[in-house]
């Protein structure tokens, strides 16, 4: 990747933010909890996708207080800025460590000033998605959701649903759902990743406004078709797809054949401090399975849950970016 292609600016709206934290910070927020730090890596190993869920589970155990979070969203915020991102969604779950609603409600304001802090520090502008977890206690999840609601218009945008939806139900959470989406912030879900179509269709009925993944909407035609027709964006993280058996060994990756069939793509990385990846990089394997950076930076525009002034300024920066140059008439003979 070139110095200019590094710098050019990327929108990335899929990220986990206790993914985010590379092995050195992570393990010295581990010592301060009195805690022993988690396995040394990456590269980290994992057979599938419930492997990488129990590996982020131990990661993720470690952060315990909103100053981790704070200090993990910064940290994030500068790497991202240094490879040209001037946009981020980055995703927190509402875990029980963290001391239920009012724990979950600290957690957020940190983020909430930490955002604040990148958007000076670095110029990139951040939007909040809390989540709550397929499998997770239902109560919990709602009790979460009403905690997001307080912090719309304070840094929170939206609201996500994760999990392996083949392992648990997704239906028992719509009331969480239909909470955060009275109190103004639009549904961000997984799906497509565990499982196929119908995990998307389901999403979509529950008022899905993107789908992060979404990948294996490649199996249904008609629900390819459907997702153009929508405009739907998908959030697609390729090097996840790849370490997670998403993409399969000798077929085309999902992204190829979406993007082809006129499906928006944004692009992601997932989990970077564990895939050991960086969102230039990602952007870069993007365009040689066929998401070039103008469609994956307007993709991201489409999908992006910001205000109209952020949205203002991340046009005029895509604008600078990817213009082309005019044509040359012909010459007349």
């Known amino acids: 990747m070139t110095p200019a ?35 040394p890596g990456p590269p980290y190993e994992f057979a599938d996708l419930y492997g990488f869920i129990a590996l982020w589970n131990r990661r993720t155990d470690c952060l ?51 955002a604040t802090e990148a958007r000076e520090r670095h110029g990139v502008e ?39 939806e083949g392992h648990h139900p997704t ?4 009331r ?6 009275g109190g103004g912030l639009p549904f961000v879900p997984h799906a497509g990743e ?34 153009v027709g929508r405009g739907v964006v998908l959030d697609v993280t390729p090097t996840s797809n790849l370490r997670l058996g998403v993409a399969r060994p000798g077929r085309p990756h999902p992204v190829t054949v ?19 990846i960086t969102l230039g990089a990602e952007y870069a394997l993007a365009d040689r399975l066929g998401v070039d950076p103008a ?3 307007a993709a991201g525009l489409a999908g992006a849950l910001c205000d109209d002034a952020t949205r203002a300024r991340l046009v005029a920066a895509g604008d600078r970016a990817h213009r082309r140059p005019p044509a040359v008439p012909a010459v007349a003979h």
């Not at 977890?133 to 649903?161: H, K, T």
């Not at 239906?171 to 719509?174: G, S, V």
């Open 5 to 39: 292609q590094l710098q050019a600016p990327k929108i990335e709206l899929h990220v986990h933010l206790e993914g985010t934290v590379r092995p050195a910070l992570l393990a010295r927020i581990a010592r301060e909890h009195g805690l022993a730090p988690p396995e």
């Open 126 to 164: 951040i939007g909040l998605t809390p989540q709550v977890c397929r499998g997770q206690d239902v109560e919990l999840a709602e009790a979460a959701a009403r905690v997001a609601v307080r912090f719309a218009g304070r840094g929170v945008v939206g609201f996500g649903l994760s999990g392996a």
């Open 194 to 227: 565990a499982a196929g179509p119908e995990a998307v269709r389901e999403v979509l009925a529950m008022g899905a406004v993107r789908i992060r993944h979404g990948v294996r909407a490649v199996e249904d035609p008609d629900l390819v078709d459907e997702l």
């Open 176 to 181: 969480a759902v239909g909470i955060a989406r």
């Open 258 to 276: 979406l993007a082809a069939a006129g499906v928006r793509c944004s692009v992601s990385t997932d989990d970077p401090a564990i895939f050991d």
């Open 295 to 297: 469609a994956a930076y």
């Open 64 to 114: 315990r207080s909103p100053r981790d979070y704070h200090r993990a969203l910064l940290a994030y915020a500068a790497e991202a800025a240094g490879q040209g991102a001037v946009y981020l969604e980055p995703i927190l779950d509402a875990e029980e460590r963290l001391g239920g609603p009012e724990g979950w409600a600290d957690v957020l304001a940190a983020c909430c000033d930490a």
């Open 171 to 174: 239906e028992p959470y719509a």
